[in-house]
Nanobody, 126 residues
């Protein structure tokens, strides 16, 4: 059974940086496409960024102004995915979730993930 555990959230000021981590267990990590999502109260959960099994292909949301500020990466030797967030803005405040799904091809997935973590809160004050 796949389990995902996020960490690294917190309360920061606008302009600060944070790095979120997602530790994967229960199967072979390198067989899974991974993604970061976020959700604010009253809105649907949305994809922030996604990464293919090998890390060779990335996706960033084009509706959130994250490309250039956020960097998704993974370390298959450590069973861990990361989201480095720079120049954080108050509108980045949300619960951030990691997600995983088994993939044959080496492409990012942006929806329909089968496995989810519990989420970590990121709050950015102005």
């Amino acid at each position: 059974q796949v389990q995902l555990a996020e960490s690294g959230g917190g309360l920061v000021q606008a302009g600060d940086s944070l790095t979120l981590s997602c530790v994967f267990s229960g199967d072979t990590f390198s067989n899974y496409a991974m993604g970061w999502f976020r959700q604010v109260p009253g809105k649907e959960r949305e994809v922030v960024a996604a990464i293919s099994r090998t890390g060779g292909s990335l996706y960033y949301s084009d509706s959130m102004d994250v490309e250039g500020r956020f960097t998704i990466s993974r370390d298959n030797a450590k069973n861990t995915m990361y989201l480095q967030m720079y120049n954080l803005k108050p509108e980045d405040t949300a619960i951030y979730y990691c997600a995983a799904d088994w993939m044959i091809s080496d492409v990012p997935m942006i929806d329909h993930y089968a496995n989810w973590g519990q989420g970590t809160q990121v709050t950015v004050s102005s």
